[in-house]
């Protein structure tokens, strides 16, 4: 929570560097948003040969949807423009809902996500405050199960295909059940044939990687900002 996929790159190959990798290829394979957590695939040397195939696998994710509620974002990165009522909803309503919007299908993206709209990424738009038209993009959505019901709050298993935004399927939601939603919770569970279960955390790795060396690192990192800010951050908690 709160690293972008970057973040965790960088971090990898300077635990990389100190184990005298120094010119090692290392990169992502599937983007996770900072307020989202779970499974992210880290390829190095001659496996970033196979991140493009790896991010092209079914993707699983457990999301929890706030209803009555909408942001611009569709999550939590922006403030509540707008509450609707969601009384009328039934556990029975979000079971029928998530069924109707399973299957291969156009979808619109995020005004604040990475799409590229002529040469720039969407989200720089949205900041400026231009209005720009959102392009559909063909996805699939294998499964979507209702894992519990407690009102304003639904939680859904997700099994997606690459490119699906959770966040537009938060807000298709909440517009099929004539009320509003937003992202509050995203965990990626599964990517192909990776569970999260058997991933090791950021500190676990630098742990096995690097031992006594690794409480040195993290004094390093909390002394100095990344990029974005958030390793640091993320090493102070």
Not at 3 to 28: A, E, N, P
Not at 99 to 117: F, N, R, W
Not at 118 to 126: L, V
């Amino acid at each position: 929570m709160g690293w972008t996929s970057s973040d965790v790159v960088r971090k990898m190959k300077v635990v990389l560097r100190k184990l005298g990798y120094r010119k090692i290829k290392i990169g992502h394979a599937g983007t996770l948003d900072p307020l989202a957590t779970g499974l992210l695939l880290i390829c190095i040397g001659k496996a970033t040969k196979q991140a493009e195939t790896l991010q092209a696998e079914e993707k699983e994710y457990l999301t929890t949807v706030k209803l009555g509620a909408t942001t611009p974002s569709f999550d939590l990165e922006h403030p509540i423009d707008e509450t609707f009522p969601y009384e009328h909803i039934t556990c029975e309503a979000v079971e029928a809902a998530l069924q109707s919007m399973q299957g291969e299908q156009l979808q619109i993206p995020p005004v604040y996500s990475a799409k590229m709209i002529e040469g720039k990424r969407a989200y720089e738009y949205a900041r400026q405050g231009e209005e720009v038209e959102m392009r559909r993009a063909l996805i699939n959505i294998y499964e979507m199960k209702l894992e519990a019901f407690e009102l304003p709050h639904v939680t859904i298993r997700i099994r997606c295909s690459k490119g699906t935004y959770i966040r537009s399927i938060a807000r298709d939601l909440g517009l099929r059940l004539e009320s509003g939603g937003h992202l509050t919770a995203l965990r990626r569970t599964r990517s192909g044939g990776f569970r999260v279960e058997d991933a090791y955390s950021i500190e676990e790795a630098g742990e096995q990687l690097l031992g006594e060396q690794w409480a040195q690192m993290q004094a390093t990192f909390t002394g100095k900002r990344s990029d974005s800010g958030r390793i640091s951050e993320a090493l102070r908690r």
